[in-house]
């Protein structure tokens, strides 16, 4: 009943920028923290960056500095934008939340599909 569907991913060159986003569609009842991840090849997934419903925002230190993250809560959509771009930075990103349903009678952690972002020359 709920999808978190992701987009802007693609082909940069180093120092490039790109701008992610991510909404959360479907029966909706509440969305707290908004985040997201990413997997290298041959990696584990690890945490890029998470808001809070606050807008509290905590950065991994590999892109503090160049990434920021930001929500509209009215479109139930949380973004990542990437400056500085480096070919480390190549990864599948996946968008996560917090979400409760209106069915649903706690929150539960939520995942899209994933956009792969590839920084190459």
């Known amino acids: 009943q709920v999808q978190l569907v992701e987009s802007g991913g693609g082909l940069v060159q180093p120092g490039g920028s790109l701008r992610l986003s991510c909404t959360a569609s479907?029966?909706?009842?509440?969305?707290?923290?908004m985040g997201w991840y990413r997997q290298a090849p041959g990696k584990q997934r690890e945490l890029v960056a998470n808001?809070?419903?606050?807008?509290?925002?905590n950065y991994a230190d590999s892109v503090k500095r160049r990434f920021t993250i930001s929500r509209d809560n009215d479109k139930n959509t949380v973004y990542l934008q990437m400056n500085s771009l480096e070919p480390e930075d190549t990864a599948v990103y996946y968008c996560?939340?917090?979400?409760?349903?209106?069915?649903?009678?706690?929150?539960?952690?939520?995942w899209g599909k994933g956009t792969l972002v590839t920084v190459s020359s």
């Open positions: 996560n939340a917090q979400i409760r349903g209106l069915s649903w009678t706690n929150f539960r952690d939520c």
């Open positions: 479907g029966r909706i009842f509440k969305i707290n923290s």
């Open positions: 808001i809070s419903s606050g807008d509290s925002a």
